[in-house]
T-cell receptor, first 116, second 113 residues
């Protein structure tokens, strides 16, 4: 099956700095890569996603890049703020030889702490 | 938040008892998913549904069964709960097989003693 590795597991930055979280995936058929933000005790929230026919996507302070050849994708957060502190998860669709039905494999998560 | 609710939100049960968790959506989405979340493991897919009465296994399906008799409801059953099934369970929905955007319910915290 699909395997998604996420690094780092924890990330600490000062307010205003940039943060980068990286993920690698194993299934070359993966074609959709979302990122979720989860605050303590809350549900995961979709913050940005990218499809395999696009190399980069931006939404205000967050961006995602995809390198299909190397099978890795990254989340970039600029001008970090304390409210960006949360756990971030990457994910990738997996196919298992047939229709994916949108099934996602998640990375293990990154705890981001932004210090004021 | 998308129109997804889960019930119960918290449950404590004893080993060996059956437990059913309910996911209810008001979005008329075709795809529904059950995940469990444990420290160090992220979210792992248990079962999913691609239509009424159409379900299949995910990566951690042992000890779980599901049913979907109507579009809006997706039930997850632990036939005989074990301590290893203590976890937070999230339901998610997705509109169609192309857009893939999944939206999560509020979660159910299950403790098996």
């Amino acid at each position: 099956g699909e395997n998604v590795e996420q690094h780092p597991s924890t990330l600490s930055v000062q307010e205003g700095d940039s943060a980068v979280i990286k993920c690698t995936y194993s299934d070359s058929a993966s074609n959709y890569f979302p990122w979720y933000k989860q605050e303590l005790g809350k549900r995961p929230q979709l913050i940005i996603d990218i499809r395999s026919n696009v190399g980069e996507k931006k939404d205000q302070r967050i961006a995602v890049t995809l390198n299909k050849t190397a099978k890795h994708f990254s989340l970039h957060i600029t001008e970090t703020q304390p409210e960006d502190s949360a756990v971030y998860f990457c994910a990738a669709t997996f196919n298992a030889g047939g229709t994916s039905y949108g099934k996602l494999t998640f990375g293990q998560g990154t705890i981001l702490t932004v210090h004021p | 938040d998308a129109g997804i609710t889960q019930s119960p939100r918290h449950k404590v049960t004893e080993t060996g008892t059956p437990v059913t968790l309910r996911c209810h959506q008001t979005e008329n989405h075709r795809y529904m998913y059950w995940y469990r979340q444990d420290p160090g493991h992220g979210l792992r897919l248990i079962h999913y549904s691609y239509g009424v009465k159409d379900t299949d296994k995910g990566e951690v399906s042992d000890g779980y069964s599901v049913s979907r008799s109507k579009t809006e409801d997706f039930l997850l059953t632990l036939e005989s709960a074990t301590s290893s099934q203590t976890s937070v369970y999230f339901c998610a929905i997705s509109g169609d097989g192309y857009s893939y955007e999944q939206y999560f319910g509020p979660g159910t915290r299950l403790t098996v003693t």
